[in-house]
């Protein structure tokens, strides 16, 4: 116990030393993640863990970016995406899109996926006026606080939007409907409830019974027989993929044929091949969802330029991906976008630029939506994507009908 | 007394190391020092419980999240500085880490760790039921909120002038080499003792004198304690609380990162605080295609507790002896 005093003062040296060390950084002129030659951006998605599903958008977004690359950049910059893996968790999300815009000087955060992965980094982005571009999450409220968050924006419709365009359908084409409705319990199944009921819009169609799961649950079979006595004759589906096909399955196994609507995070083709239980299960047949981007398992885009060169794109890009799966499609019509909003930064791109072209946009040829769907924004309005079709599930897959329906939130 | 020198000398050059670290490191690299600490927090604090008492526990990231909440919610409802919601998480932390303890006297061996597994299940379950008191799923967001010291202004400490990231490597790193001591200091002695007693042999533990319920649920609200401690610091590192940041595989990485550091040490823990931190991050770096980082971190994982069974401890024990020529 003698060298205690020595063990103080070494403290002490070292605490000095290190304080020392904290002296500012030097500032290179121009916004982080710019070179004459480059463009840098960033973002996360679960590339493990329970959602790595979704990862397929960045693998889209990034082919696509390597795509327009091949073809000489934007304004003679090579576009780099860096995405990093969250596992889903915000913590790490927080922690990775630190190093993003700190260690690897992003010029901004991109497509990183998830609600709440979003919302966890959204004030530390906005303090720092870093942009946080195309938020891969229907929450409402990317959009909605615009005004509090101007460097937020998401991309596709909001889960209100999907839920208003559904009930205005029911309310169309299935006047009389008693509607039973499953939903996740958090932000997600209650703006898509919201909005289902906003789309109904008190006419003699209505919901009629509404039962929530968590998240964490391991299956909704009795929500379901709850939703059955009801009595009602048409399901709504605002469930993550996992819980709509069980909800599909339990209504099978109980006997109950309900005409059933979905929204899209729970309709993508390979979620309807399972729910089918290898064409045993005759509910999925007729369910009706929304649809924004082209589906590549339809046969009505067989033929289609853009989607032929999706596939391309992906085969060389992306080697091993696969073409099927819809989430490729979504990342590149977000990069087509991300391509077309750089474009318009001119020479010396700015964060700040890149803020204000977001506040205009109107891009009404992104190939990879279905056609007559525009991107557009106003100064206040974050919500690029609004219009939808409707598409209903054949034996062959989805077939999308009907003419296009506007949000005006 | 010349052991005790040594040490003090050792962890002398520990604490000059961990201050001039941040010196040759690029600034972001502090903030993941900085988690490197608040992981050790919380592997001492499991370490007492399942190195030194013997008692199992996959649900320490449970006592995390409850002192994770405590300081976000103290700090968003009801305008508490983020320094002092750190004891209030250990308090609260501890007394839940006490009472669980009671039940768990009754349980040993596999059924004790999966009643704690249990816990680390629940607990997300939990914190989205009471949603007005906690948030709910949406979480609660420290960042910019005025009780959090941190934030893009510099933090002053005695004259310096902090970042963002070197401040929370500071407050980190002082928590967690302050409670190093307060560990080492109680596990020398006498209650250190009947830690091990309990761990080694139950039965003689009980016939030298040791009251088995007495140990067992001190243990358990020590590490919970800590456990609290170190959740709180994550909560103000990433300025962010939601049911998914403290997931049940957070609860397995504790006990990996014990069994990486070394069961029944303290030297060790480091490593595998560290281990906990960076293998991710490193998994990653190998490969991004989709599922890739898990099975990359599951084989470097295996192979570490192959190449070392005991330990860093364990490994350090060994060099130590090879210096001493035996």
Known sequence: MTRKPIVFVALAVALTLGASALAGSTRATGDPGITPTSILLGGTVPLSGVASAYSAVAVGASAYFKYVNAKGGVGGRQIN???????YNPA??????????????????????????????????????????????????????????????GFFPSYQAEGWALGQYMRKSHPKAKIAVIAQNDSYGRDLLVGLNRGLGGGVAKVV??????????????????????????????????????????????????FVITNAVSSASNIMLLASEGGQNKTVLGS???????????????????????????????????????????????????????????????????????????????????PGIAIKTGPGDHFPLSQMYFQQYAKTGWKQFGSLVSYKG | MRRTATSAGLFAA????????????????AQQFAYVAVYL????????????????????????????????????????????????AAVVAGAAGFLFGLPALRLTGLY????????????????????????????????????????????????????????LYYLCWTVALVLYVVAWLLLRGRTGRAFRAVRDSETAALSSGVSLARYKTLAFGVSAAYAGVAGSLFAIATTYVNPDTFPVQLSIFLLVGVVVGGLGSLTGLIAGAIFIEFLPLWAQDISKSPGAPGVVYGVILIGVIFLLPTGAAGLLRRVASLFRGR
């Open chain 1, 92 to 153: 790490q999300t927080v922690q990775l899109t630190r190093q993003l815009v700190e260690q690897d000087k992003v010029f901004a955060i991109f497509n990183t996926l998830g609600t709440e992965t979003n919302l966890a980094i959204r004030p530390y982005l906005n303090q720092l006026k870093v942009p946080q571009l195309f938020a891969a999450s229907g929450d409402t409220s990317f959009g909605a606080d615009a005004a509090t968050y101007p460097q937020t924006i």
């Open chain 2, 14 to 29: 520990l604490v000059v190391a961990i201050a001039v670290l941040p010196k040759f490191l690029t600034d972001f690299r």
């Open chain 2, 41 to 88: 927090v919380a592997l001492i604090g499991l370490n007492v419980l399942t190195g030194y008492t013997g008692q199992m526990s996959l649900g320490h990231g449970a006592f995390m999240a409850v002192g994770g909440y405590t300081t976000a919610i103290l700090m968003t409802d009801h305008g508490i500085k983020d320094l002092w919601t750190i004891p209030a």
């Open chain 1, 209 to 258: 019974a509404a039962q929530n799961y968590e998240v964490t649950a391991s299956d909704v079979g009795s929500q379901i027989a709850k939703l059955k006595s009801s009595g009602a004759d048409t399901l709504a589906i605002f469930a993550t993929p996992q819980f709509a096909i069980q909800s599909y399955v339990f209504a099978n196994k109980l006997g109950w044929k309900p």
């Open chain 1, 81 to 87: 995406y860096k995405y990093l893996d969250d596992t």
């Open chain 1, 288 to 370: 009706v969802s929304v649809v924004f981007l082209k589906d590549p398992t339809d046969p009505k885009w067989s033929k289609d330029p853009a989607i032929a060169l999706y596939r391309t794109i992906l085969a060389r890009y992306a080697k091993g991906a696969n073409a099927k799966d819809v989430y490729h499609v979504y990342g590149m019509a977000v990069a087509y976008a991300t391509v077309n909003l750089l474009k318009r930064l001119g020479k010396n791109p700015t964060r700040a630029g890149l803020i204000a072209a977001v506040d205009s946009m109107n891009i009404t040829d992104d190939p990879f939506l279905l």
């Open chain 2, 112 to 167: 004790l760790a999966l009643a704690t597994f249990a816990i680390a299940v629940a607990t997300p379950a939990v914190i989205k039921k009471f949603e007005g008191f906690t948030g709910g799923g949406s979480g609660k967001n420290l960042f910019g909120v005025k009780e959090l010291t941190g934030g893009i202004a510099p933090v002053h400490v005695l004259g310096w002038k902090l970042n963002f990231n070197n401040w």
